[in-house]
């Protein structure tokens, strides 16, 4: 091609550029939760090879979903939607993929779907150990998947700067040590490694609702203890510090500054401000399927939500 042949293309490839950041809304409609997101092979079929400016957009509307003021965690599919843009028209990117690990696990599909983004990652990242590490954490804590989750690691542990810290693991996920402790360790290590603030928001409030569980289950045993002294069960979260010989002096606080309630549904002691208990949370199904018939059906009795769980 002649020099004023390429001279025209770079002006023409400039100013489609600049078409291309005109026409993006400063604040898009995704990013309320009402926009749409194309299939990643139609967008990289209409990227007229300007691949990496269109995955930055996609990007910037992600981001603008996390810090924005509605929920994030309750727009899990235009973010998996997104990230799949982002990560197909440009699979060098590094961060997006922790980022899809932090923020898709409002349901089963939308962590697999991080599991899936992650895996692509470390596709293209094989020496990077954090997407490994995310991943090892996504199959043990959502998916309760723990030799799947140390044998991830253990494909992490040699790479350049991988931390002393994922050879415990991997010993804790294949030794008989419980959940709850394996958890806060990861939690504890994800919280370090955070490269946001909304990400460490994310951990603390997790390694919180762990702190929240095991005050919850000294309620538990103190529980236990009142049916046996008492022949019946509370009434009240409360029963357990009343009476001439209460069984607790007094109630302990929650770590996550609620009150303990008695759940109507699951007959659980729970903090009302993390409203289910630990295990739950290794059961999205379980748990989105009570949450679900709660709003639609408002008070119901106890049996019929005992059965709703079970269900």
Do not use: C
């Not at 026409?23 to 090879?49: K, N």
């Not at 961060?95 to 599909?109: E, K």
């Not at 001439?244 to 009150?259: I, M, T």
Request: overall charge neutral.
């Amino acid at each position: 091609m002649r020099r004023g042949g390429k001279a025209a293309l770079l002006v023409a490839a400039v100013g489609l550029t600049g078409a291309v950041h005109r026409g993006m809304p400063v604040a898009p409609r995704v990013a309320r939760g009402d926009g749409f997101v194309p299939r990643p092979e139609l967008a990289r079929a209409t990227a007229l090879g300007f691949d990496a400016v269109i995955a930055d957009f996609y990007w910037m509307q992600a981001v603008q979903i996390v810090g924005g003021s509605g929920n994030p965690e309750k727009k899990g599919y235009l973010l998996a939607g997104l990230m799949d843009v982002v990560t197909t028209l440009n699979p060098w990117v590094d961060h997006p993929y922790r980022f899809a690990a932090v923020w898709l696990t409002d349901s089963l599909d939308s962590v697999r779907k991080a599991n899936e983004l992650l895996r692509r990652g470390i596709a293209h990242h094989p020496a990077d150990w954090r997407n490994y590490f995310y991943l090892g954490f996504n199959l043990f804590f959502y998916l309760d998947e723990r030799a799947e989750a140390a044998s991830v690691l253990e494909q992490a542990m040699e790479l350049p700067g991988a931390p002393r810290y994922l050879r415990r693991l991997v010993a804790r996920l294949k030794g008989a040590e419980g959940g709850l402790e394996i958890a806060e360790s990861f939690l504890h290590s994800l919280l370090f490694e955070a490269e946001t603030e909304e990400e460490r928001e994310q951990y603390e409030k997790a390694l919180a609702e762990i702190a929240t569980e095991r005050v919850a289950r000294t309620l538990d045993a103190a529980r236990v203890r009142y049916r046996e002294r008492h022949g019946r069960d509370i009434a009240d979260v409360a029963d357990l510090v009343r009476g001439p010989e209460p069984v607790l002096p007094s109630l302990p606080p929650d770590p996550s500054g609620g009150a303990w309630t008695i759940d109507r549904w699951t007959g659980e002691i729970v903090s009302d401000v993390v409203k289910h208990r630990y295990d739950r949370k290794l059961d999205p199904v379980v748990r989105r399927r009570v949450e679900r018939v709660r709003g639609a059906e408002g008070a119901a009795p106890s049996g019929a939500g005992a059965t709703e769980e079970k269900g």
